[in-house]
């Protein structure tokens, strides 16, 4: 992956309009209630306008692709995309066609009455290569491509089919949040994120885990994804990989206030993980913990990547290497030294470990094995404790200053880029079987060996348990 750290997203364009009042009597002319307005009206970009604008949140830069009218809605539309930070966007106008817009009319945060006002017909061929046009023009810009489908007549099935094509040819991460039931229409895309519904269909029962992995799976070996990211509302995220590596995050929604937009955020914050190079399990750990915040507020809404910091404040010390070389700037004068592993269940043989090592560098950097990572090592019963936790054990510490989490099974990438004055590895290891041995002298570093702590390993504790001693 490069570090463009840019997203091309590309689908409907909404205007969500919100008008407050206050409801204190039943009409006299029908069973309804009477809604006195206030001077309160808010207006937000919706649809893939809402996803630009998390990804924008997310602090990285989108370009948004899109089909407007020629009205005074339209209008309100290119002046709202004006006003969003890091927002670029080509909004094609249809001169037959109006913007979609939905009205909610809401007495004390309880909508009363939505209005939509929407042309859903699809676009013509020469709206439809105009778009073409100005997507390919800006993918070579971008990393990334969100297909933000609303159904509302932009992507049809032959833009749908040339939009993945060049993007797999150009080597792009494209990411489809689906509305069509037929979700062959994405076929050969890198991801899709369904919610239940999308994925199941009306009137299915019993739902669980493993038929969300069996439909998966037949969806993932049909139409060439390479992960169905299924969003189950309350219950969290369920993610299944072509690789077998699945995984399911509970949600972390403390207050479920209005779901709407709650999947919007989940595919922004993926986005932009991938486009920032972070590490896919990462990525969807961090969009569901957005999302969770999301479903806390009011009607469409942004969730800024500051405020997810909040909730995960442990984890500040986990860097892409790309961010780490760039802080590693500014410590040329600082001894740095790195060690790595897959600490999984952290104990007191690691603790000293860590802390010897810091006593003979100014800087110490962690490499950490991924999940992925510890799989190949140890097998497919470990890590025992996944990589965002384990991540965040390790942030904790204060002898540790900065932790890279890698994907290979040994951190050979990371130490050429990194050149560490020092690489640190217990003494139970020779320095000639220290992986960065030879590379290090290179640029005139050294291998040192800790002196272990005796009869404290991983293995050990595990053992143990299994034997119930």
């Known amino acids: ?15 969500d309009c919100y008008s407050a009042g206050s409801v204190e009597r039943i009409s006299p002319e029908a069973p309804i209630p009477v ?14 306008g809402n996803v630009a604008r998390n990804i924008c949140a997310a602090e990285t830069k989108c370009h948004l692709i899109s089909v407007i009218g020629d009205d005074s809605d339209s209008k309100k539309i290119i002046s709202l995309c004006k006003k969003v930070k890091s927002l670029s966007f080509d909004l094609i106008v ?14 004390e945060n309880q909508q009363i009455l939505r209005v939509d006002n929407e042309d859903v017909t699809q676009i013509n061929e020469k709206i439809e290569k105009k778009i073409l046009a100005k997507f390919t023009k800006n993918l070579k810009k971008s990393n990334v491509v969100v297909i ?21 040819q150009a080597g792009k991460v494209i990411i489809v949040d689906p509305k069509n ?20 269909g009306v009137g299915q029962n019993d739902i669980n885990e493993l038929k969300i992995e069996e439909v998966s799976k037949k969806l993932i070996k049909v139409y060439g994804f390479k992960s169905v990211i299924t969003t189950k509302g309350s219950d969290g995220i369920s993610v299944v990989r072509k690789d077998g590596h699945n995984f399911h995050i509970p949600s972390k929604a403390q207050e479920v206030f209005d779901v709407s937009g709650a999947g919007d955020t989940v595919v922004s914050y993926i986005a932009s993980g991938i486009a920032r190079n ?14 969770g915040i999301a479903v806390g507020k009011f009607g469409t809404a942004i969730v800024a990547r500051s405020e997810t910091r909040k909730k995960e404040i442990t984890n500040y010390k986990v860097h892409s290497i790309e961010n780490l070389l760039v802080e590693l700037k500014n410590l040329k004068s600082y001894k740095i030294g790195f060690t790595n592993g897959c600490f999984d269940l952290i104990h007191q043989g690691h603790i000293d ?17 991924s999940d992925n990572s510890v799989k190949q090592l140890k097998g497919l019963s470990r890590p025992i404790i996944n990589q965002f936790e384990r991540s965040s054990i390790l942030s904790s510490f204060e002898f540790i200053d900065s932790i890279v989490i890698f994907e290979e099974s040994t951190p050979i ?57």
């Open 413 to 469: 990438n990371l130490i050429k880029k990194i050149k560490p004055k020092f690489i640190f590895k217990g003494d139970d290891y020779k320095k000639s079987q220290v992986v960065g041995n030879i590379e290090i002298k290179k640029w005139g570093g050294s291998v040192i060996l800790i002196k272990c702590t005796k009869n404290k390993s991983t293995s050990k504790i595990i053992e143990r348990i299994k034997n119930g001693t």
């Open 148 to 168: 933000s489908d609303y159904q509302k007549g932009l992507l049809t099935k032959n833009l749908l089919s040339k939009i993945i094509k060049l993007s797999n």
């Open 353 to 369: 470990y860590l802390r010897k090592a810091k006593k003979q560098c100014d800087f110490l950097i962690v490499g950490l094995n």
């Open 278 to 291: 972070e590490d896919f399990v990462s990525s969807v750990e961090l969009a569901n913990e957005a999302a």
């Open 181 to 200: 039931v037929d979700l062959g229409y994405y076929k050969n895309s890198t991801i899709i994120t369904p919610n239940l519904k999308e994925l199941l």
């Open 1 to 15: 992956m490069n570090s463009l750290e840019k997203v091309i997203c590309i689908g409907d364009i909404i205007l």
């Open 35 to 48: 809604l006195k307005l206030s001077k309160e009206n808010r207006e937000v970009l919706g649809g893939s």
């Open 94 to 107: 249809d001169k037959g066609r109006c913007a979609t817009k939905k009205h909610r009319f809401v007495s």
